[in-house]
Every structure is written in structure tokens, then in C-alpha cells.
């Protein structure tokens, strides 16, 4: 009786709950009712979507990570912006990135990560999931592509995802 009314995806029901509240503009008693309700009905129904669970260990490591990012975004945008003023020509590269995670969603978060940041696009997986083929704006070579990711990206997500 008591396995029914737990949450099987605790963080997402506690995003759905937050997202209800600020659609709601404004917290009343109907409005957080309702919001436990769908927080605890949606990832229920949703359950079998959910192959397991994500596997962090170093959680507490996420937000560190997330900071250097952001970080990384904000430079790469001044980068991309001076080389389109600057009117020089890109030295645009496709990279076969060899990858060291094997855990899904590692992969998709580095994968992400990597196109978030200007001048770096993940256009592909390879079906082993060894390989992340990345496109960048203006690279020298592909090793100091490669060599960027593994430190400041893949070594931080390895730590997480033991």
C-alpha cells in the first residue's frame, strides 16, 4: 500500500510542483492540492518511460559543473563574436571525439554541453556510443578540440557518473 503512494521520480515531481506554483501566479490551498496531486500522478503515469534511474554518485559535484558552463557559454560567445567581427576565416573542423563515459546520460549531458557552448555543435553518436562527432567554428587541430572537452567537461562528468 505504502510502494503506491511514493514518488517514483522524486526530482521531477518536485520540479512538476514548482512549475504548478509559478503557473498558478500565486500559492493557495486549491493550487499547491492540485500541484501534489499532478506532481505525484504525472511521474507515475510516466513510469515506464523512465528506463532507471540516473546514476550520480558526486551530485553535490552538478552545480560546480553547471558554474564552469555558464562559464564557458558566456566566453564563447565573445569568441564567436570578435571572429565574426574580426572578418577572418573560420578554421572550421569535424572532430571524432573518442569518448571515455559509458553511461547514457553522461554522454547526452557532455553531448549537450558541447552544443551549448558556442562554436561547437555534437552532431552525432556513434552506435557503440565510443565515438561524439563535433563540428567547431574555428579549431586549430582536432587534439586541441579534444583535448579541451576531456578537461574541462568529461574528466568533471567521470567524477559524477562513477
Known amino acids: 500500500m505504502l510502494d503506491r503512494l511514493t514518488f517514483p521520480q522524486p526530482y521531477l515531481s518536485l520540479l512538476l510542483f514548482i512549475v504548478w506554483q509559478f503557473l498558478m501566479d500565486g500559492?493557495?490551498?486549491?493550487?499547491?492540492?492540485?500541484g501534489l496531486i499532478l506532481a505525484w500522478?504525472?511521474?507515475?503515469?510516466?513510469?515506464?518511460?523512465?528506463?532507471?534511474?540516473p546514476a550520480f554518485i558526486l551530485a553535490?559535484?552538478?552545480?560546480?559543473?553547471?558554474?564552469?558552463v555558464l562559464l564557458d557559454i558566456l566566453v564563447a560567445s565573445f569568441s564567436v563574436a570578435k571572429l565574426i567581427?574580426?572578418?577572418?576565416?573560420?578554421?572550421?573542423?569535424?572532430v571524432s571525439y573518442p569518448l571515455e563515459?559509458?553511461?547514457?546520460?553522461?554522454?547526452?549531458?557532455?553531448?549537450?554541453?558541447?552544443?551549448?557552448?558556442p562554436g561547437?555543435?555534437?552532431?552525432?553518436?556513434?552506435?557503440?556510443?565510443?565515438?561524439?562527432?563535433?563540428?567547431?567554428?574555428?579549431?586549430e587541430t582536432a587534439d586541441e578540440v579534444i583535448?579541451?572537452?576531456?578537461?574541462r567537461y568529461?574528466?568533471?562528468?567521470k567524477e559524477m557518473f562513477k
Open 120 to 139: 561547437t555543435v555534437s552532431a552525432d553518436v556513434s552506435d557503440d556510443h565510443k565515438l561524439l562527432l563535433i563540428h567547431a567554428l574555428d579549431a
Open 27 to 34: 500559492v493557495s490551498g486549491a493550487s499547491v492540492v492540485t
Open 85 to 94: 567581427l574580426s572578418r577572418r576565416t573560420p578554421r572550421s573542423i569535424f
Open 41 to 53: 500522478i504525472i511521474p507515475l503515469i510516466t513510469h515506464g518511460f523512465w528506463p532507471e534511474r
Open 154 to 157: 568529461e574528466s568533471r562528468l
Open 101 to 117: 563515459l559509458d553511461h547514457p546520460l553522461a554522454i547526452t549531458i557532455l553531448a549537450g554541453t558541447i552544443s551549448l557552448t
Open 147 to 151: 583535448k579541451s572537452i576531456r578537461e
Open 60 to 68: 553535490w559535484k552538478l552545480p560546480a559543473y553547471l558554474a564552469i
